[in-house]
């Protein structure tokens, strides 16, 4: 808005900003003009002038907004006028203080909650909650939902850990057909090997791998899968032992299913002269004592606070109490020198792992004077499986834990281990593995919840050589976020945890890797409907 004077001082012109309209022209007389008049002409430009800048504006917004100037002028320009802001404005901020105050109050124990979300626009309807009264009945509702998905996630995890724990229909059906096949099938137990074999069992030019396990199909996998990938098959020997009730069907397994150019060898832990109570009473006291009963066999939400507890720290102890950990199998490889005494270095392989390249090379790797090559567990791209340390598996609030052990030290893996048994029978390292069992016992598993791994840990410092990690990949069994790309790459693939491939809750797009190495046409695997996923 522009305001010109002409020369003469007669005439006043009002116009708009771009000098083309002319919104009010006032003239002056020439003559006889008084300061009262001059007074009275102020005052009324004065009184004018606001509603003249004010249709100026609404000129401009008609054209962008598309609305009459009496429109804009009671819908956007009237409420600011009057001290107003937007009401939407307005209602969300009042909202967020509503919510706010509710944030900090519990709901009350008898609030009745609406069942969905269509019951509570009802109730809205029927009741006009206030806006306190609406934010708590939100707040309850969700803390509702919270509760119910955390309590289902973890008897998810509970359904889980004994799926995990319990044995396959098809798995049961295969060891009982093959255990009636020893007993009525004379080439069933034919002799393992043959005769004219047996020195090679302690032949320390061949490649030793050593498989402890009570399941015929995995160890099945684990030999298969060794064999094919193996440059030299006729230089491997595989000693598989297994317990007294699952000898039969392993025999006959390996009996009807020859591996040749390899070697096998079955033997049951009954047939082992060294292994008795007398040299291992340990193991007995692990078996029997009431605590390692009830942790592995008892009530396991007993003691956990599940509100302060994660599903994935709650994962974690439920594979820890996985009743395989006070098997005589499972702490077999710590008997290894005793067991085999004739040989000087031997590869000890799990039951849930998957050899996918040729493996002797690790007789070429030097431990430099040391016991266990392994791959540390504290080095790599994914800390939920290579982040482990001391402190992930002791007790550090423990005295004896505290004063003996560094919660920073790095771990390493079982599974897939190269050891040097020379070495080993001059260290203590069955006696420390022995000293630690005992006192865990005596503190009522204080010290770590039991298996084997955390004694190995301690038994067996000072004897680490560390291995590139391309040799042995984990967590397959827990971690379903793996890298397939990596898992192309790995020598060894371990499925640790629960989610072993031959059970359901394996993880389907890690499953192939394991099953391409399973006979589905066998007459036992196919008659048992242990079917390729």
Same mark, same amino acid.
């Given at each position: 808005?522009?305001?010109h004077?002409?020369?003469?001082?007669?005439?006043?012109?009002?116009?708009?900003?771009?000098g083309?309209?002319?919104?009010?022209?006032?003239?002056v007389?020439?003559?006889?003009?008084?300061?009262r008049t001059?007074?009275?002409?102020?005052?009324?430009?004065?009184?004018l002038?606001?509603?003249?800048?004010?249709?100026?504006?609404?000129?401009?917004?008609?054209?962008?907004?598309k609305c009459?100037?009496?429109?804009?002028?009671?819908?956007?320009?009237?409420?600011?006028?009057?001290?107003?802001?937007?009401d939407a404005e307005?209602?969300?901020?009042?909202?967020?203080?509503?919510?706010?105050?509710?944030d900090?109050?519990?709901?009350?124990?008898?609030?009745?909650?609406?069942?969905?979300?269509?019951?509570l626009?009802?109730e809205?309807?029927?009741?006009?909650y206030?806006?306190?009264?609406?934010?708590?009945?939100?707040?309850?509702?969700?803390?509702?939902s919270?509760?119910?998905?955390?309590?289902?996630?973890?008897?998810e995890?509970?359904?889980?850990?004994?799926?995990?724990?319990?044995?396959p229909?098809?798995?049961?059906?295969l060891?009982?057909?093959l255990?009636?096949?020893?007993?009525?099938?004379?080439?069933?137990?034919?002799?393992?090997?043959? #005769? !004219? %074999?047996? @020195?090679? =069992?302690s032949?320390?030019?061949?490649?030793?791998?050593?498989v402890?396990t009570?399941n015929? &199909?995995?160890?099945?996998?684990?030999?298969?899968?060794?064999?094919r990938?193996s440059?030299?098959?006729e230089?491997i020997?595989?000693?598989?032992i297994?317990?007294?009730?699952?000898?039969a069907g392993?025999?006959?397994?390996?009996?009807?299913?020859p591996?040749?150019p390899?070697?096998?060898e079955?033997?049951?832990?009954?047939?082992?002269?060294?292994?008795?109570?007398?040299?291992?009473?340990?193991?007995?006291?692990?078996?029997?004592?009431?605590?390692?009963?009830d942790?592995y066999?008892?009530?396991?939400?007993?003691g956990?606070?599940l509100s302060?507890?994660?599903?994935?720290?709650f994962?974690?102890?439920?594979?820890?109490?996985?009743?395989?950990?006070?098997?005589?199998?499972?702490?077999?490889?710590?008997?290894? #020198? !005793? %067991?085999? @005494?004739? =040989?000087?270095?031997?590869?000890f392989l799990?039951?849930?792992?998957?050899?996918?390249?040729? &493996?002797s090379?690790?007789?070429?790797?030097?431990?430099?004077g040391?016991?266990?090559?392994a791959?540390e567990?504290c080095?790599?791209?994914?800390?939920?499986v290579?982040?482990?340390?001391?402190?992930?598996?002791?007790?550090?609030?423990?005295?004896?834990?505290?004063?003996?052990?560094?919660?920073?030290?790095?771990?390493?893996?079982?599974g897939?281990?190269?050891f040097?048994?020379?070495?080993?029978?001059?260290?203590?390292?069955?006696?420390t593995?022995?000293?630690?069992?005992?006192?865990?016992?005596?503190?009522?598993?204080?010290?770590?919840?039991?298996?084997?791994?955390?004694?190995?840990?301690?038994?067996?410092?000072?004897?680490?050589?560390?291995?590139?990690?391309?040799?042995?990949?984990?967590?397959?069994?827990?971690?379903q976020?793996?890298?397939?790309?990596?898992?192309?790459?790995?020598?060894?693939?371990?499925y640790n945890?629960?989610?072993?491939?031959?059970?359901?809750?394996?993880?389907?797009?890690?499953r192939?890797?394991?099953?391409?190495?399973?006979?589905?046409?066998?007459d036992?695997?196919s008659?048992?409907?242990?079917?390729?996923?």
């Amino acid at each position: 808005m522009q305001l010109h004077f002409s020369h003469s001082m007669r005439s006043i012109t009002i116009s708009s900003n771009n000098g083309f309209t002319d919104l009010m022209k006032i003239k002056v007389a020439a003559r006889h003009i008084s300061y009262r008049t001059i007074f009275h002409t102020i005052l009324i430009l004065a009184f004018l002038l606001p509603f003249v800048f004010i249709l100026t504006a609404l000129v401009t917004l008609e054209g962008v907004n598309k609305c009459s100037s009496i429109d804009c002028l009671g819908r956007r320009l009237g409420p600011k006028l009057l001290g107003r802001g937007d009401d939407a404005e307005r209602f969300l901020r009042d909202f967020y203080k509503v919510i706010s105050q509710v944030d900090s109050e519990e709901v009350p124990n008898d609030l009745k909650l609406p069942d969905n979300f269509k019951q509570l626009v009802s109730e809205m309807k029927n009741n006009k909650y206030k806006a306190k009264d609406f934010a708590l009945i939100l707040k309850g509702m969700m803390e509702r939902s919270e509760r119910e998905i955390r309590e289902s996630k973890f008897q998810e995890l509970m359904n889980k850990h004994f799926a995990a724990t319990s044995v396959p229909k098809g798995i049961h059906c295969l060891s009982l057909r093959l255990t009636d096949e020893y007993s009525s099938n004379a080439h069933a137990r034919k002799q393992l090997p043959s #005769p !004219e %074999l047996l @020195p090679v =069992l302690s032949d320390n030019s061949y490649h030793h791998f050593i498989v402890s396990t009570d399941n015929i &199909l995995a160890a099945s996998v684990v030999v298969n899968s060794a064999i094919r990938s193996s440059l030299r098959p006729e230089k491997i020997v595989f000693h598989v032992i297994t317990d007294k009730k699952t000898y039969a069907g392993m025999h006959s397994w390996f009996a009807l299913n020859p591996i040749s150019p390899s070697i096998v060898e079955v033997k049951g832990v009954h047939q082992f002269d060294w292994l008795t109570r007398d040299n291992v009473p340990v193991l007995e006291a692990v078996e029997n004592h009431n605590g390692v009963r009830d942790y592995y066999h008892g009530n396991h939400l007993a003691g956990a606070n599940l509100s302060v507890t994660s599903p994935r720290m709650f994962a974690s102890k439920l594979q820890a109490r996985s009743p395989k950990y006070i098997s005589l199998l499972n702490h077999l490889r710590i008997y290894l #020198p !005793e %067991l085999f @005494p004739n =040989l000087d270095k031997v590869v000890f392989l799990d039951d849930d792992i998957v050899i996918q390249r040729d &493996l002797s090379p690790l007789w070429d790797i030097d431990l430099g004077g040391k016991v266990n090559g392994a791959v540390e567990t504290c080095k790599g791209e994914d800390p939920w499986v290579m982040g482990k340390r001391f402190k992930i598996y002791f007790n550090f609030s423990h005295p004896l834990v505290a004063k003996s052990l560094d919660p920073e030290e790095c771990a390493w893996a079982f599974g897939m281990n190269i050891f040097d048994l020379r070495a080993w029978r001059k260290t203590n390292i069955r006696e420390t593995y022995h000293v630690w069992l005992k006192e865990n016992l005596k503190s009522n598993l204080t010290l770590w919840k039991l298996g084997t791994l955390p004694p190995a840990l301690i038994a067996f410092r000072g004897h680490i050589h560390p291995i590139d990690p391309s040799w042995h990949m984990l967590g397959l069994g827990y971690q379903q976020n793996t890298s397939i790309e990596s898992v192309k790459k790995a020598a060894v693939i371990h499925y640790n945890g629960q989610s072993k491939p031959w059970l359901e809750i394996g993880y389907e797009h890690l499953r192939p890797f394991w099953s391409k190495y399973v006979n589905y046409s066998n007459d036992f695997v196919s008659g048992c409907h242990i079917l390729e996923s």
